[in-house]
T-cell receptor, first 111, second 114 residues
């Protein structure tokens, strides 16, 4: 079936460096993509979203890039801080309110 | 603004017992969802509801029952708990924002079935 997946389960980044978290999706008809951040013991928290008619969207210290040709999504976090340590999930949807989530990438910040 | 709350936050129950997890949202969102989160599986949709008295199955509905008599509440019942239902359960709600739906999650309920 269609699924959203992540390339790496863990990522360690030096504090102050930029982080890039990748996600591959398989449903070429997906029209909406979201990144969530989940801190230990908490529910997922919305970070940023992007529609399929866009290639790039920027937020505060975060940028999401969408490459529809290779069905790839990435989340870039600039100047990574200790508070960025969390599990990051991508999710997609196709024309409706239901989201399909990937398995998550754990981001660890090295002081 | 309370947002979306879940209770209890932690629950230990025995195999075969019935247990109900509560979810309450204060935004009057139309849609509500129940997910379970297990290591290696991410978030999997159990049931969702488009409005009061309208519910539908998600990816993993077996062993679960939901109801939605009021817009703000969406309880999830495990009729006869099994060890495989040990998990962290998240409730979410969403409303149309422009063209798409943004989902907001509760803090989760950690359920252990012994």
């Amino acid at each position: 079936g269609e699924s959203v997946g992540l390339h790496l389960p863990t990522l360690s980044v030096q504090e102050g460096d930029n982080s890039i978290i990748n996600c591959a999706y398989s449903n070429s008809a997906s029209d909406y993509f979201i990144w969530y951040k989940q801190e230990s013991g908490k529910g997922p928290q919305f970070i940023i979203d992007i529609r399929s008619n866009m290639d790039k969207r920027q937020g505060q210290r975060v940028t999401v890039l969408l490459n529809k040709t290779v069905k790839h999504l990435s989340l870039q976090i600039a100047a990574t801080q200790p508070g960025d340590s969390a599990v990051y999930f991508c999710a997609d949807s196709f024309g409706n309110e239901k989201l399909t989530f990937g398995t998550g990438t754990r981001l660890t910040i090295i002081p | 603004d309370a947002g979306i709350t879940q209770s209890p936050r932690y629950k230990i129950t025995e195999t075969g017992r019935q247990v109900t997890l509560m979810c309450h949202q204060t935004w009057s969102h139309s849609y509500m969802f129940w997910y379970r989160q297990d290591l290696g599986h991410g978030l999997r949709l159990i049931y969702y509801s488009a409005a009061a008295d309208i519910t539908d199955k998600g990816e993993v509905p077996d062993g679960y029952v939901v109801s939605r008599s009021k817009t703000e509440n969406f309880p999830l019942t495990l009729e006869s708990a099994t060890r495989s239902q040990t998990s962290v359960y998240f409730c979410a709600s969403s409303e149309l924002a422009g063209e798409f739906y943004e989902q907001y999650f509760g803090p989760g309920t950690r359920l252990t079935v012994t």
